[in-house]
């Protein structure tokens, strides 16, 4: 069956165009399998990665994920197409995070805020903060996912949605239906926060 | 100092900003681009096979399935079978009554079809030929009119 082809192609992850994916969308309003199966291999490990990193266990994760690409498959005719795909996409994963938690019960994490002190600390210059100098180890990686895990919902979902997945601020406003301004301010703190836990592993 | 404090409850209370505080926080982003960097690489996560194979069953499931032609083909055959038998069980009976009905005997009970007209017809000439009345094709005035054997003085003669 067509609809398994996508399997095939789970390791060379699929990089679509406008163009093409408009193609696909269309496609999938007549229930194309085939088309979907394009749209999951481009988009799978993008949403598992986020919606991993927003509940808490691997098993919610793969499930919310897998939900994510059934109600975007069932409400393929209702996308109209304002936003992008990946927004609409994002969208979906993050108001089933959001659902997940509150059935479960979470209290929401009120990690990043920042005190004056802390922006004292901050805002020293420091050259080992340039980009180009700072080594992806998996320590130092470990240390800014335990970071991004003790953010609040609010402050995580803005920060991975705009620095991991490159979703520009007006579309996050639109997403989360908030203000730009808030959306700064949230990525503001989170990024702080996040400062915060890898200058206090390198001290 | 007291400024920064100002600035920075705004931002953790999500209160409104003025364009000076705004501008400010641009600034501030600008000089967090090193978090970027480091938050854009973090690991992605790749799905196993069993997970996908499992999300293809699960879109399968929530697909409404397509009637087979075989399905619509048998499901027009036993809607047609169906008013076929419905007609003709009506037909049967609107029949019945008329079949073990008596003979109408009054005008009321009289109808206009054209199978109560041959009846009434019927039932006309058998009456006028039992009592001899009617017109002249009753078996009396035909008998009248018979004009019979036409004996002659010879056949007479021959007995």
Known sequence: ????????RLANREKLDAS?????????????????????????????????????????AE????????????????????SSLRTWLFRIAHNLCIDSARKRGRAPVQAGLVDDETMETLEVADERWNPESLVLDDEL????????????EKLRTVLLLHDKEELGYDELAQMLEIPVGTVKSRLFLARA?????VEEYRS | ????????????????????????????LENQHAVKHLVSGLSE????????SQLNERLLASQPRPKSSFKIWAGRFGLGTAVAACAFGVLVMVQRPKM????PSTASQMTTSAEQILIDAHESAAFAAATGSGDGTSPTQSLQSDPGIQWTEADLGAF
């Not at chain 1, 069956?1 to 095939?8: K, N, R």
């Not at chain 1, 409400?75 to 197409?81: A, P, Q, S, T």
């Not at chain 2, 073990?100 to 003979?103: M, Q, T």
Request: charged content about 30%; hydrophobic content about 40%; proline content about 2%.
């Open chain 2, 1 to 28: 100092m007291s400024e920064r404090k100002d600035w920075l409850d705004k931002l953790n209370s999500e209160r409104p900003l003025t364009l000076q505080d705004a501008h400010r926080l641009d600034e501030a």
């Open chain 1, 141 to 152: 990686m470990a240390v800014v996912e335990k970071a991004v895990s003790t953010l609040s």
């Open chain 1, 63 to 82: 499930d919310i994920t897998q939900e994510v690409f059934v109600r975007a498959f069932q409400n393929m005719g209702k996308f109209d197409g304002r």
């Open chain 2, 100 to 103: 073990g009905a008596p003979i």
């Open chain 2, 45 to 52: 996560e790749e799905p196993s096979l069993a997970w996908r």
């Open chain 1, 193 to 197: 926060h996040v400062q915060k836990f």
């Open chain 1, 20 to 60: 093409a994916e408009q193609v696909l969308i269309e496609q999938c309003r007549r229930q194309n399998f085939e088309a979907f199966g394009r749209i999951v291999d481009a988009y799978q490990s993008r949403v598992l990665g986020f919606v991993r990193r927003m509940v808490s266990s691997s098993e919610e």
């Open chain 1, 1 to 8: 069956m067509a609809l398994f082809a996508g399997v095939t």
